[in-house]
């Protein structure tokens, strides 16, 4: 069974400071990564991908990807009290062509001003 | 990006009821619809996903019975919940998987269902 696990939280960082969110998946074929973030009661909007190794930024974000370690993270620099939020990493499982996202429980962060 | 609209955004129904839920995508193809389901404080369970033309792919524990899921065009599924019970309160969000993208999916903005 595909499993992904996050740190739950609440990770608190104040305004203006480098929060950082990380991620491990357990399969080990998974070639696309997304991060997700959701407001509560609220369904989650896509704000990074990533495919290959290494760090991509967009942003004051900045997905870091370790195949090998089977890791992820997410960096968001200048924290925001906007950015409070729990954020989803989802590794796809895109084998037989079917393209599934397997969501982690999600690291609950709080941006305190 | 990509609008994916769920309908209602919530809704309250009877125990014994049955509740459709639509998925639309308005403005590209989409050949494959997820549908989520989320208990709070939980991540979101794939309960199945929807390829338009066939039938749905259930996750196991999912009752296909239960939770009757149509994907007619390529725009459009549909989840009914047949026989609502108040276990089966919970927010449902579907997402849609754009085919010229190759894999994002966008997901609706989720259907908060509440059964008395």
């Known amino acids: 069974q595909k499993e992904v696990e996050q740190n739950s939280g609440p990770l608190s960082v104040p305004e203006g400071a480098i929060a950082s969110l990380n991620c491990t998946y357990s399969?080990?074929?998974?070639?696309?990564f997304f991060w997700y973030r959701q407001y509560s009661g609220k369904s989650p909007e896509l704000i990074m991908s990533i495919y290959s190794n290494g760090d991509k930024e967009d942003g004051r974000f900045t997905a870091q990807l370790n195949k090998a370690s089977q890791y992820v993270s997410l960096l968001i620099r200048d924290s925001q009290p906007s950015d409070s939020a729990t954020y989803l990493c989802a590794p796809v499982d895109s084998g037989a062509g079917s393209y599934q996202l397997t969501f982690g429980k999600g690291t609950k962060l709080s941006v305190i001003p | 990006g990509a609008v994916v609209s769920q309908h209602p955004s919530w809704v309250i129904c009877k125990s014994g009821t049955s509740v459709k839920i639509e998925c639309r995508s308005l403005?590209?193809?989409?050949?494959?619809m997820f549908w989520y389901r989320q208990f709070p404080k939980q991540s979101l369970m794939l309960m199945a996903t929807s390829n338009e033309g066939s039938k749905a792919t259930y996750e196991q524990g999912v009752e296909k019975d239960k939770f009757l899921i149509n994907h007619a065009s390529l725009t459009l599924s549909t989840l009914t919940v047949t026989s609502a019970h108040p276990e089966d309160s919970s927010f449902y969000i579907c997402?849609?998987?754009?085919?010229?993208?190759?894999?994002?999916?966008?997901f609706g903005q989720g259907t908060r269902l509440t059964v008395v």
């Open positions: 399969d080990r074929v998974s070639q696309s």
């Open positions: 997402s849609a998987r754009d085919r010229a993208s190759n894999t994002e999916a966008f």
């Open positions: 403005d590209f193809q989409a050949t494959t």
